[in-house]
């Protein structure tokens, strides 16, 4: 599987941005999908995470109410809406590709088997 992220840039804190990642090169309803976060310093975090068939989602606590993850499988694309973004929201984003299906809690980073190259969020104050 191929991943290929965009969306990402500058933008002022409460502001937002739209991520998105398109796959190709499987079946893109039959992969979970996830965006993880890494902010200098510190380790890679599981943002969101969505099953295939869009049925159950995952999201860190500490972006609950304010992102959203939800996929158009008719254009093998995953998308993370972020809304009122804070500074500690500063970070590359990273889309993940899983064949488990429905991993607890969207598993971990070794749970992912392909990954984007990364689109920088950066959120000023």
């Known amino acids: 599987v191929q991943l290929q992220a965009s969306g990402g840039g500058l933008v002022q804190a409460g502001g937002s941005l739209r991520l998105s990642c398109t796959a190709s090169g499987r079946t893109f309803s039959t992969i979970d999908l996830a965006w993880f976060r890494q902010a200098p310093g510190r380790e890679r975090e599981l943002v969101a995470a969505i099953t295939r068939s869009g049925g159950s989602t995952y999201l860190l606590d500490s972006v609950l109410g304010r992102f959203t993850i939800s996929r158009d499988n008719t254009k093998n694309t995953v998308y993370l809406q972020m809304n009122s973004l804070k500074p500690e929201d500063t970070a590359v984003y990273y889309c993940?590709?899983?064949?488990?299906?429905?991993?607890?809690?969207?598993?971990?980073?070794?749970?992912?088997?392909?990954w984007g190259q990364g689109t920088q969020v950066t959120v000023s104050s």
């Open positions: 993940a590709a899983s064949k488990w299906y429905g991993l607890p809690n969207g598993g971990k980073a070794d749970d992912y088997d392909f």
